[in-house]
């Protein structure tokens, strides 16, 4: 069965600082794909970034870049310069064929 | 224009009575899922259609019934409301040709609560 697992429920960092997200997942699936997604008290859900399985280069976008260890099956997130409007919870995705499950959750408080 | 729009955003009903949340998406993807958020900000799938099949129907209890009238539309029907229903529901829609990974857009959710 596939699983994600986020074990930290609540992290907090102070602005301009970084601060890493843990995800760990686990899949007998060869093509996947990982994503972390944030969600702000506004409650939408924004894709933060992405990461196919095939590619061993880390993903990045902007402040946020992953470090994918496919064979530990772990995929973090690293907010670098933390901003006050980083603060949401952060989902970890796993999607195969047309599947996709989520994490439990981080909730990111980035304080000033 | 909203790519994924689901209405009504806010819904409070009481136990008992059957309630419905549409969605629409007009990015032309060919799945469309029903996600339940409950209190605790668990997010989790309770269906998926593709080109209007149903292709992921989770342990939902039959009470939950969707429709896909054509694969831009989504519609989640439930039947004698309870208590632990009281959740967001977000819609979402996914490309799953080859050159898109996949993405999911998620609409705004649907606030439900059921007294």
């Known amino acids: 069965a596939q699983t994600v697992t986020q074990s930290q429920p609540e992290m907090s960092v102070q602005e301009a600082e970084t601060v890493t997200l843990s995800c760990t997942y686990d899949t007998s699936e060869n093509n996947y794909y990982l994503f972390w997604y944030k969600q702000p008290p506004s409650r939408q859900m924004i894709l933060v970034i992405r990461q196919e399985a095939y590619k061993q280069q880390n993903a990045t976008e902007n402040r946020f870049s992953v470090n994918f260890q496919k064979a530990a099956k772990s995929f973090s997130l690293k907010i670098s310069d933390s901003q006050l409007g980083d603060t949401a919870m952060y989902f970890c995705?796993?999607?195969?064929?047309?599947?996709?499950?989520f994490g439990t959750g981080t909730r990111l408080k980035v304080l000033a | 224009d909203t790519a994924v729009s689901q209405t009504p955003k806010y819904l409070v009903t009481q136990m008992g009575n059957d309630k419905s949340i549409k969605c629409e998406q007009n990015l032309g993807h060919d799945t469309m899922y029903w996600y339940k958020q409950d209190s605790k900000k668990f997010l989790k799938i309770m269906f998926s259609?593709?080109?209007?099949?149903?292709?992921i129907n989770e342990t939902v209890p039959n009470r939950f019934s969707p429709k896909s009238p054509d694969k831009a539309h989504l519609n989640l029907h439930i039947n004698s409301l309870e208590l632990g229903d009281s959740a967001v529901y977000f819609c979402?829609?996914?490309?799953?040709?080859?050159?898109?990974?996949?993405?999911?857009?998620f609409g705004e959710g649907s606030r439900l609560t059921v007294l």
């Open positions: 259609y593709n080109n209007k099949e149903l292709i």
């Open positions: 995705a796993l999607k195969w064929a047309y599947k996709y499950i």
């Open positions: 979402a829609s996914s490309s799953d040709r080859e050159w898109n990974t996949g993405e999911l857009f």
